[in-house]
C-alpha cells in the first residue's frame, strides 16, 4: 500500500529518514510550515525558510521517489509580535502561487492569545481571498477545547467551506464536534504529546473513518516518521479490512488534498 503521511516536517529530518520512509511505502508527503525550535527574528529569515519548503526539499524527496508538498504560513508560536507577522504575511501569497504548494498552513492558536488571534484572521483572509485550502494546528493540553473552537469560530467569521480546512492534533474531546462542524480532523501520531497509534484507532472506532486523516507530524522533537506506517499495522492487528486502511492512509488525505488542482497523488 502506498502510503500519504500529509503532516511532517522533513526539513528535521534526515536522508536517511527518507530512505525508511520510501521503503516502508510512504511516497507522498505534506509539510506545513512550522516553528524551527527558535523565533525567527526578521521576515528575511521566513523567505529563507521559504525557499527551502518550496525549491531544496521536493528536490531531497524526489532522490527517494517521494513526491513533496507543502503549505506556506506564519505559524501560531510565533504570532505574538504582530510588526513582524504583518512583514512575513507580505510575502506569503508569492509563495502560495509555487506548484508544490497546497495552502495556508499550519496556522491556528499556540497560547489563546489575542496576538495570535489576530494573526489567525489575518492568514484566514488570505485564504479567503485566494480560495486556498487551509491546515489548522490546534493548542495543546488544557488550551485544546478552547482554541479549537475559536479557530472553527473565526473560520466561519471568514465564511471559509469547512470541508477546505482540516483542523489537526485532534483528540477524543475534540474530534467528534470537529466532524459534526464540517471540517476535516486530524490525528497527530506523536509519541509522548499526542496520540500513539493505539489511541488513534481508539479515536477512529468512535468517530469513524470519514473526513479523517492520521500523520506523524515529525519533526526535530521526540516523533517517528514511520508512525502512520505502525498506526495501519495497528488496525491491521484489530481486524480492519486493508479497503479501510487504505481509505484512512491514503483515500482521505488524497481526497482532502486534491481540492488543490496542484496535487497530483
Known amino acids: 500500500m502506498n502510503f500519504i503521511d500529509p503532516h511532517i516536517h522533513m526539513v528535521s529530518r534526515t536522508t536517511a529518514d527518507y530512505e525508511a520512509m520510501a521503503l516502508a511505502g510512504i511516497r507522498t508527503i505534506t509539510e506545513p510550515a512550522f516553528w524551527a525550535g527558535y523565533d525567527r527574528g526578521s521576515a528575511a529569515g ?31 508560536k510565533e504570532a505574538e509580535d504582530l510588526a513582524l507577522a ?65 479557530i472553527m469560530d473565526a473560520v466561519k467569521n471568514f465564511r471559509i467551506d469547512p470541508s477546505r480546512v482540516i483542523i489537526d492534533h485532534g483528540e477524543e474531546h475534540t474530534v467528534g464536534e470537529i466532524l459534526d462542524r464540517g471540517f476535516w480532523a486530524g490525528l497527530t501520531l506523536y509519541p509522548v504529546s499526542k496520540c500513539s497509534p493505539a489511541r488513534a484507532v481508539d479515536i477512529l472506532e468512535t468517530n469513524g473513518t470519514d473526513r479523517i486523516w492520521l500523520n506523524s507530524a515529525a519533526d526535530w522533537g521526540v516523533s517517528d516518521p514511520l508512525a502512520t506506517v505502525k498506526a495501519a499495522n495497528e488496525m491491521r492487528m484489530r481486524g480492519y479490512p486493508e479497503e479501510t486502511i487504505r481509505k484512512v492512509f491514503h483515500d482521505n488525505p488524497a481526497a482532502f488534498l486534491g481540492q488543490s488542482p496542484k496535487f497530483a497523488g
Open 46 to 76: 521566513f523567505r529563507d525558510y521559504f525557499e527551502h519548503l518550496t525549491v531544496f526539499e521536493p528536490a531531497r524527496a524526489a532522490k527517494f521517489g517521494i513526491r513533496h508538498y507543502c503549505w506556506i504560513c506564519l505559524n501560531p
Open 86 to 150: 504583518r512583514d512575513v504575511l507580505a510575502i506569503v501569497p508569492e509563495f502560495l502561487d509555487r506548484t508544490t504548494v497546497l495552502g495556508v498552513g499550519e496556522i491556528g492558536l499556540n497560547k489563546n492569545s489575542r496576538n495570535e488571534l489576530a494573526v489567525l484572521e489575518m492568514h484566514l483572509q488570505i485564504a479567503a481571498d485566494r480560495n486556498e485550502l487551509v491546515l489548522v494546528h490546534t493548542p495543546h493540553l488544557e488550551d485544546k477545547l478552547k482554541g479549537t473552537r475559536l
